[in-house]
């Protein structure tokens, strides 16, 4: 089958409002050559000769499309202890913060929303045992979610390459995971099913709520793809998973304040982060 006839304007228009619909993520005619590669490849996939068959199909939901689609478009840059800082105030400030209004024995709950390939939620794992004392004195729940099924699946596996592990110390790498040669590494099972994967989309309304409440959330990189509204969706739906006084870190270039009178800024020695207020009500 020869490459499909390229969608005209009003076409690629329609295709970005059902994306913006569904995901929050904003593609203009910037990114217009982006997106037609990924639907060209869809397209091919699954057969359909012409935008208008393909675009039936995503619509009605055909053998799960959507998901397949939106799995090729989003951006999975990600490696081990990116942000450190943040790793840092949570084990020198945010934790301690919260252990202060919670009941002996209540679990500790931390979410890393999108998780991507898993870089980043195993980092909180690896970053608690190695930095905080009292680790095994509480019961942590770590979850991961991400709306790219296809990085899930591949985070539960934890195999990884040298890139994602360039900000590891040799000590780590070997206490942590199992070297499988020509640059591949596997992290240990125990790390592994300390994590638990499932999918969240931060601008679905209710989207997040069967996740329930964190006492940390890490949201990082993921705002600057949306647009104005989506991102204040996305800022109801974390302070509603957040519990009272829990946190929010975001990425280096994003800042709530700017999105949502919801949270308080909190700034500490290591990371500037944000919080829902201590019995503030739901949205």
């Known amino acids: 089958m020869s490459d499909p006839i390229p969608a005209t304007e009003d076409e690629f228009r329609r295709l970005c409002e059902f994306l913006y619909r569904r995901t929050g993520m904003i593609f203009t005619e910037v990114k217009r050559y982006y997106v037609e590669r990924r639907m060209f490849e869809r397209m091919l996939a699954t057969g359909a000769g012409s935008f208008a068959s393909y675009f039936a199909r995503l619509r009605s939901d055909v053998n799960g499309e959507i998901e397949q689609f939106i799995n090729t478009l989003t951006v999975n840059e990600t490696y081990f202890y990116r942000e450190d800082h943040q790793l840092q105030c949570m084990t020198s400030d945010l934790l301690r913060e919260r252990l202060r209004v919670k009941r002996a024995g209540e679990p500790i709950r931390i979410w890393s929303v999108p998780c991507s390939t898993g870089e980043e939620p195993y980092s909180i794992a690896i970053w608690l045992l190695e930095n905080w004392p009292e680790v095994d004195q509480h019961n942590i729940e770590i979850v991961g979610s991400d709306i790219d099924t296809r ?133």
């Open 151 to 283: 990085v899930m699946e591949a985070a539960q596996e934890g195999y990884f390459g040298k890139r994602s592990l360039m900000r590891l110390s040799p000590a780590l790498i070997a206490k942590y995971f199992v070297d499988l040669g020509d640059e591949r590494w596997r992290i240990l099972d125990e790390l592994r099913q300390s994590v638990r994967f499932t999918p969240a989309n931060l601008v679905e309304p209710g989207g997040t709520g069967l996740h329930g409440q964190f006492d940390i959330v890490f949201c990082r990189n993921v705002l600057i793809y949306f647009d104005e509204a989506s991102r204040r969706t996305a800022a109801e739906n974390l302070f509603e998973n957040l519990s009272s006084g829990g946190f929010l870190c975001l990425g280096h270039s994003e800042s709530m304040s700017r999105i949502s009178p919801l949270f308080d800024v909190c700034r500490y020695s290591d990371a500037i982060v944000y919080q829902r207020p201590l019995g503030a009500t739901h949205v």
